[in-house]
């Protein structure tokens, strides 16, 4: 599978295109199924895919820092906190401006995991047995042409 990277200041032609174009790289992966997107709103452009599940997984912020300063090699933990706080909402602003969403809303989600609660293990677990769950089963007659906000039974993708 290719992967595909698109920086946050790539949206130069403007918000609409971007999005466009986004939309239909990552709709054309999810006909595959079974496909694993890890990123950020990406339940913006699946929100009418009525089987795809939407994780949001939290942790406190002195947990994030803390593996955060594992990753780095150290650091300490107040700045490595307070570059998080700062980068977390770049993250809310970037989505509220190019989706109008709001990525802390738990109703964008099917499941939210808060992974101080439960081990890493025991997440791994709990997403794997909702994916299996029948309601989260691709069906032959799901249309991925309409799996997102356009004029019903127009085509997302380019001929």
Known sequence: MPVI????GSYSYGKETYIAYFREALLRRLLDDNIIYHG???QF????VSHALKVRIIAAIKDRAALEMRHLGG????E??????????QRRRWSRYLYGIDI???????LVIHIGKMGCDEAVETIAETAAMECFQATEAFDYTCGCPHPH?????RS
Not at 45 to 48: C, D, G, L, M, N
Not at 75 to 78: E, I, L, P
Not at 153 to 157: E, H, P, R, V, W
């Open 75 to 78: 650091g300490a933990q107040h």
């Open 104 to 110: 802390g809303d738990p109703s964008l989600y099917g």
């Open 45 to 48: 452009f699946v929100a009418e």
């Open 5 to 8: 990277i698109i920086s946050r």
């Open 80 to 89: 490595v906190m307070k570059q998080l706080e700062k980068d977390d909402e």
């Open 153 to 157: 039974g127009q085509n997302i993708f």
């Open 40 to 42: 950020l709103a990406g």
